[in-house]
């Protein structure tokens, strides 16, 4: 991939994205709002370079809040670097709490930067790769974009909202040679994930352990061999890999393997899916005893 964009390329899993396609002999850019952020984060993805004529330019734009301006930041990273032939929407935010206690104008932030902010930078790149009949969009999900969990009211929705989003533009993209990648990393060791576990409900953090905490390196790694490969589904450990089987509807195939697999597979991973619900509710269950008794010892005191 000679030429890769990066939204939320200044920190986290976007940032470990630039570096794993640095290290690839990519051209990127770097898209998020904080200029000091991004200029630190160019740094250490120039220190990945393969050859000296790669460079990484960063620019500096809200991707969820005006169309124009977002084109119009694309267009100009183009005209000094060529086209876009991949890009990787990952900028993005997560929020964990209860449904009744989130303020409302939180589900309208989410579905704004996660979803709107997927969508912009794919519409303003996506006539110049029809024209070249070539191009990779990436769409960064997670798995709360596979399943709906306790805590995520306000964020699963944003994510799976990508999916709807990914298999559409993947229908009409396909006869240009365009391949869409949805990838649905697990936790993951960022700055983003330590912010969230300061609120994080109990709940979510006990039902989230199930499938662990990753490194960025790990997931980056992962994420863009899968879209070199044209992959539509991209995930990460074996629950990430019976969750992408078990949710792959009708979700377009990228291989005869792939199909016999999700094929084969289907009925076992619905059987163990079960017996993960039935702890899940269990979770909840004993976490809802568990304050209600606190409640009422501290009544008693
Ligand atoms: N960490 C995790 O556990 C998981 C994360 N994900 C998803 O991966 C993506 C990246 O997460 P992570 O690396 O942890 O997050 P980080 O907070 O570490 O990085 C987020 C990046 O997005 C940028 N960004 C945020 N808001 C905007 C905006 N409005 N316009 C442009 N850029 C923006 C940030 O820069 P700046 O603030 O300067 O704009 C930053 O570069 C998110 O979409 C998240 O939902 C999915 C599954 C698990
Ligand atoms: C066969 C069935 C297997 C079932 C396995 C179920 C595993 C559930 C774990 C869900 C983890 C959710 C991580 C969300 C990460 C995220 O997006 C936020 N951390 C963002 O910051």
Do not use: H
């Not at 709490?97 to 519409?123: H, I």
């Not at 509807?249 to 163990?272: A, C, D, K, N, W």
Request: glycine share 8%.
């Amino acid at each position: 991939i000679p030429f890769s964009g990066v939204t939320g390329g200044s920190s986290g899993i976007g940032k470990s994205i630039a570096m794993e396609c640095y290290r690839q002999g990519a051209f990127i850019t770097l898209v998020a709002r904080d200029e000091e952020k991004l200029l630190r984060a160019k740094k250490d993805v120039e220190k990945f370079a393969i050859n000296d004529k790669q460079v990484v330019l960063c620019v500096s734009v809200d991707v969820s809040s005006d169309y124009t301006q977002v084109e119009n930041v694309i267009k100009q990273a183009q005209e000094k670097l060529g086209p876009v032939d991949m890009l990787v929407n990952c900028a993005g935010t997560a929020l964990a709490g209860k449904f009744e206690e989130m303020e409302v104008e939180r589900f309208k932030e989410l579905m704004e930067l996660n979803y709107l902010g997927s969508v912009y930078p794919s519409r303003a790149v996506i006539t110049t790769m029809k024209e070249r009949r070539m191009g990779r969009i990436v769409f960064v999900s997670s798995q709360a974009g596979q399943i709906g969990l306790f805590g995520y009211t306000a964020y699963s929705p944003s994510k799976f909202a990508l999916r709807g989003l990914a298999e559409a533009l993947q229908m009409e993209m396909k006869p240009y040679n365009i391949y869409v990648t949805l990838a649905f990393p697990p936790d993951t060791d960022t700055p983003l994930l330590a912010e969230e576990n300061k609120s994080k409900p109990l709940e979510t953090k006990l039902i989230s352990e199930t499938s662990g905490v990753w490194q960025p390196d790990q997931v980056a790694k992962i994420l863009v061999k899968d879209a070199v490969q044209g992959n539509f589904s991209s995930s990460v450990g074996p629950d990430g890999y019976m969750l992408s089987a078990l949710t792959c509807g009708m979700s377009p195939v990228t291989s005869i393997t792939e199909g016999l697999q999700q094929i084969v597979t289907m009925g076992l991973f619905r059987t163990i899916a079960l017996f993960y619900l039935g702890s899940f509710d269990s979770i909840v269950r004993r976490c809802m005893i568990q304050r209600e008794q606190s409640k009422a010892a501290d009544k008693n005191e």
